[in-house]
């Protein structure tokens, strides 16, 4: 009998291509300037890859010359979750979907007005809505 966490990884395994899987579930980070939304000025909402859950619009969406798709607040409050993130000798603060717990990014106090927050997430955990 597999374990509950067994089950779940299973789950995400066979839902998840393996680059989702890994920064979804594994928490990676994608190399700057190789995703496929970093440099999208199209109008729409960015859901969540794993959930499907609304996550950023992209009035919120700025160029940060990061190299990641970066916004300075979440389409609503409750659909992000921040945890405290100490890996790699950093305080950071990590950013999930509130949904379904898949690692997007972090956010940093270094962003734009009105927020001035910077949520500095990877292309290959969300899923681009055009607006038609
Ligand atoms: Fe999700």
Redesign the pocket.
């Known amino acids: 009998m597999k374990s509950t966490e067994e089950s779940i990884k299973d789950k995400w395994k066979k839902i998840l291509t393996d680059e989702q899987y890994y920064i ?1 579930r594994q928490k990676g980070t994608e190399s700057p300037f190789t995703g496929k939304y970093w440099n999208n000025h199209k109008k729409g909402i960015y ?7 609304p ?1 950023f619009d992209s009035e919120t969406k700025f160029d940060s010359g990061t190299g990641w798709p970066s916004f300075y607040e979440p389409i609503t409050s409750d659909s992000i979750e921040n945890k405290s993130d100490l890996s790699y000798g950093m305080v950071r603060t990590e950013v999930l ?6 690692h997007l990014g972090h956010v940093f106090n270094d962003g734009p007005k009105p927020t001035n927050l910077r949520y500095c997430i990877n292309s290959v955990a969300l899923d681009f809505n055009a607006e038609d």
């Open positions: 979804l859901k969540c890859a794993g959930c499907g859950t996550l979907c509130s949904k379904c717990q898949g």
